[in-house]
């Protein structure tokens, strides 16, 4: 039996809501260390907070493939640890693995079959990239571009990305530059974040959203209109780039944090004028959900690698440290607190 930390949804924020940290619990408990035949104890390195757990901290979350987290039970998501002992075939002492659904414990006994081994040469050592750019996030992006986007090289195409400095979108708008996009504009939430997009991430330009006119610095941007637009963040954001969009353009709708703490089913509708806009100019505007490629992501995964290890790809994270710190890193990343991949670090 070992004495571990864990952490359990305390309240719902209510649908309307903003998220707070004291929305989540952090409970001393124990774990039952005795492994039956197939399980594996690890040890937690790093969790995720994403945008989806939002929806999450709902009763009902509004859609078929994300579940609701029941109050005063642990919480979970994207994590990756260390096997600390084995009774699975495919795992051994020292071994890394991950899950998209870690428990948010410092220690889990879990069923090794629900585990997906990592090799960290992938990432040079550094494990958190599993979680962002090597990971779901980097898939998203990556995938969201090749299978929504229609980048083609020497198209002479200008690509948009909303939260452009987070985890997602950092990343797809340095792969719409790798793909051959000629332009490729970021827009997010600070002067800070602007600067880091073009100064060190390779962004043609950028544009802070909550300063200014966003339609006019877009259109100084994007003096050929706008191709591709890579959508995280819906609402006004996306109504200013949509309106600037060309014929055949394409919307890849990635996400909406900014409805995520509304009422709202997902997606979101979109005001009128933005309807007729993709209509008028015949704009695809198709949902993509990562999790509905699977067969793609080992390929994806390599791919990701690859450019992250030529240095081809250059990854951002924010790391808070502690478990008692989740419900803070969650809800700074829904506010902006974060430029690129929000982790939490567990343990060393
Ligand atoms: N379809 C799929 O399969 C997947 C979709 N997603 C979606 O991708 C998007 C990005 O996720 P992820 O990269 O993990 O998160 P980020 O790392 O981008 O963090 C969220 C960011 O959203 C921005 N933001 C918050 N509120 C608003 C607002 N009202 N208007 C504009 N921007 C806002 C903030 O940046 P700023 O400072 O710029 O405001 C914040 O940093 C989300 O919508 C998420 O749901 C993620 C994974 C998979
Ligand atoms: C309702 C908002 C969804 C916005 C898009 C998004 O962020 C999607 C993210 C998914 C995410 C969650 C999907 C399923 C989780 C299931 C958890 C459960 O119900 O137990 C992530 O894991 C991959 C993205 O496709």
Redesign the pocket.
């Known amino acids: 039996m070992s004495r571990i930390l864990r952490v359990v949804l305390h309240s719902r924020p209510g649908k309307n809501g903003e998220p707070i940290p004291e929305n989540f619990r952090v409970e001393e408990g124990t774990l039952q260390t005795d492994l039956k035949p197939g399980e594996v104890l690890v040890r937690t390195l790093y969790l995720s907070v ?3 757990m ?3 901290m709902n009763d009902d ?3 078929d ?4 987290w029941a109050l005063s039970e642990c919480v ?3 994590g990756v640890g260390v096997v600390e002992s084995s009774c699975h075939d495919a795992f051994s002492e020292g071994d890394t693995a991950t899950s ?2 870690w428990r948010w414990q410092t220690h889990d006994v879990v069923e090794g079959g629900r585990l997906q081994k990592l090799d960290p040469e992938l990432v040079n050592g550094r494990l958190s990239y599993f979680l962002g750019a090597v990971g ?1 996030p980097g898939l ?1 992006a990556l995938l969201g571009v090749r299978e929504k986007g229609h980048v083609k090289a020497g198209a002479n195409q200008t690509m948009v990305v909303s939260g452009a400095a987070g985890a997602c979108g950092s990343l797809a708008g340095q792969i719409g530059r790798l793909d051959g996009c000629t332009r490729v504009v970021g827009i997010c939430g600070s002067e800070r974040k602007c600067q880091v997009l073009v100064s060190e991430l390779g962004f043609t330009s950028a544009v802070n959203y909550r300063h200014g006119d966003v339609s006019a610095a877009l259109r100084e941007s994007c003096p050929d209109g706008v191709d591709v637009y890579f959508d995280n963040v819906g609402g006004p954001v996306s109504d200013a780039v949509i309106a600037q969009m060309n014929k055949d353009g394409h919307v890849i709708l ?4 900014s409805q ?1 703490n509304k009422d709202v089913p ?2 979101p509708p979109l005001k009128k004028e933005t309807q007729e806009a993709l209509l008028r100019n015949n704009i695809t505007r198709e949902r993509f ?4 490629y699977m067969e793609k992501h080992e390929a994806g995964l390599l791919q990701l690698s690859q450019w992250v290890k030529a240095g081809q790809l250059k990854v951002l994270e924010t790391i808070t440290n502690g478990i008692e710190n989740m419900g803070v890193a969650f809800c700074s990343m829904m506010t902006g607190g974060n430029v690129g991949k929000q982790i939490v670090k567990i343990s060393d």
């Open positions: 994403d945008p989806y939002r929806c999450r979350t509004g859609t493939y994300i579940s609701p979970d998501g994207g998209f659904s779901m998203t990635c996400g909406q944090i995520y997902y997606p959900m990562v999790l509905n």
